[in-house]
């Protein structure tokens, strides 16, 4: 409100009743009963007392008294499809007035909401173990208990440590032998990849491989590179020349 001196507050009226003032134009009414109507209306005063007409009323009506919380979440399932990510599923509550949404808890601790009946979890590292529950909640803030757990393990990423000390030595005109120190990795090492001449010719389990693929008085040039069961690949080794005999 304006006045010609100035406002110093607000009175405010529900059905009829003041029940409070306020020196700002705005009051929250926190003693209400669920399920019921209340009209209000405010007026203004001044310093010495000067009160406004009342204003128009504003009806509103609180949430029915719903304190039944809905059925657990159940059939929850949680999918790896990346390095970082994991889809979770789960078979919809019911509820006696309808379900809002969803809480999803990683490790106990609550990182989503969801509407519908499923949920992506981006925010997750790398070969990583986590383990999910979902709750479901109403319109009045009655939340269900947990749901089962289900857990996932997000993708290997990282990919082995390149082959080293590459070795090569041409055992007759048409095979060369290849040795070269083993990779680790943060997983497992699946295998290696040969290159002759930045070609692939080959794969082995081992550290080692035999080319019999070579003719006489030629020389190659050798690459290794390590890869895991996730297809993570290292970058190629060193290359080592190799000449056959003649």
């Known amino acids: 409100s304006t006045d010609n001196t100035t406002v110093n507050g607000y009175k405010i009226y529900r059905n009829g009743t003041q029940i409070a003032t306020s020196i700002a134009p705005s009051y929250s009414d926190t003693t209400c009963a669920a399920g019921t109507s209340y009209s209000y209306t405010v007026a203004a005063y001044d310093s010495v007392g000067n009160t406004s007409a009342q204003s128009a009323a504003a009806n509103v009506s609180t949430p029915g008294g719903d304190t039944q919380a809905p059925t657990v979440p159940t059939n929850l399932a949680a999918t790896a499809v990346s390095g970082t990510t994991i889809n979770l599923t789960w078979t919809a509550s019911t509820d006696n007035v309808g379900v809002t949404g969803y809480k999803i808890y990683r490790g106990g601790t609550q990182i989503g909401t969801s509407a519908t009946t499923s949920y992506s979890d981006t925010t997750c590292s790398s070969y990583t173990t986590y383990t999910y529950t979902v709750a479901a909640y109403d319109a009045a803030g009655n939340t269900s208990a947990q749901s089962s ?85 290292s970058a190629k080794c060193t290359a080592v020349n190799v000449t056959t005999p003649d």
Request: glycine residues 8%; charged residues 10%; negative net charge.
């Open 149 to 233: 757990s289900a857990s996932a393990t997000t993708w290997d990423t990282t990919a082995p440590s390149v082959p080293t000390n590459l070795a090569g030595n041409a055992i007759s005109a048409t095979q060369v032998n290849l040795t070269w120190t083993a990779s680790t990795d943060n997983v497992g090492v699946t295998g290696y990849k040969i290159f002759r001449g930045g070609t692939q010719i080959g794969t082995s389990a081992t550290a080692s491989y035999s080319d019999t693929t070579c003719s006489s008085g030629q020389t190659y040039s050798y690459q290794v590179s390590a890869y895991d069961a996730r297809s993570n690949e």
